[in-house]
């Protein structure tokens, strides 16, 4: 990725929930890879996995933070747990 639309992506989704002061760690992240994905041409970015660990973020709220972020942006995930960690591959529908 362009690194100037990497960090105005990362500027935007930072801001925005930085204002509000709730969510998780990694929502940032997230949603980052999911709006990547999302505005990108299918024939360029076919998915985005983000890999992330337990910090104290629950695995239930993770899971259900990826579900909500799967809706907004009309994704597909494939959601695994791992012993301390969690990975979330983003893909079009």
Do not use: K, W
Request: net charge negative; glycine share 8%.
């Amino acid at each position: 990725m362009n690194p100037l639309v990497a960090r105005q992506t990362e500027e935007s989704v930072e801001s925005r929930f930085a204002a509000e002061g709730i969510g998780l760690g990694c929502e940032a992240q997230l949603r980052a890879a999911a709006a990547t994905l999302r505005g990108a041409s299918p024939s360029v970015i076919t998915a985005a996995t983000v890999v992330g660990i337990f910090g104290q973020d629950d695995a239930a709220a993770i899971e259900t933070l990826v579900a909500d972020i799967a809706d907004e942006f009309q994704l597909m995930t494939e959601f695994r747990l791992h012993l301390g960690s969690f990975s979330v591959r983003f893909s079009r529908r």
